[in-house]
Nanobody, 118 residues
């Protein structure tokens, strides 16, 4: 099985920064996609940023210019650098990995809370 462990969430003032980390472990043969999603209270889970094998990245328009995703496929780590945080960024942030174990499926972390105060 695959386990994803997130860290780095917390409480920060508006304009501040946080860096989220996610470590994947288990019998992973290949990782195809690593991504961060978030879910605010009463809202649907949304894609924040993703990175694919080869290094291409994409970020949501709502965080473009403020958030940066990076990954280390060899170490099975993915990071989300969040700068200029706004109260509307408050959410539970989830790590997602699309990986091949026995077959290719997606795995989710348990989530880490990010709270931005105004």
């Amino acid at each position: 099985q695959v386990q994803l462990v997130e860290s780095g969430g917390g409480l920060v003032q508006s304009g501040g920064s946080l860096r989220l980390s996610c470590a994947a472990s288990g019998s992973i043969n290949s990782i195809y996609v690593m991504a961060w999603y978030r879910q605010a209270p009463g809202k649907q889970r949304e894609l924040v940023a993703g990175i694919i094998t080869g290094g291409s990245t994409s970020v949501a328009d709502s965080v473009k210019g403020r958030f940066t995703i990076s990954g280390d496929y060899a170490k099975k780590m993915v990071y989300l650098q969040m700068n200029s945080l706004k109260p509307e960024d408050t959410a539970v942030y989830y790590c997602y990995v699309d990986a091949l174990v026995v077959r290719r499926i997606g795995y989710w972390g348990q989530g880490t809370q990010v709270t931005v105060s105004s």
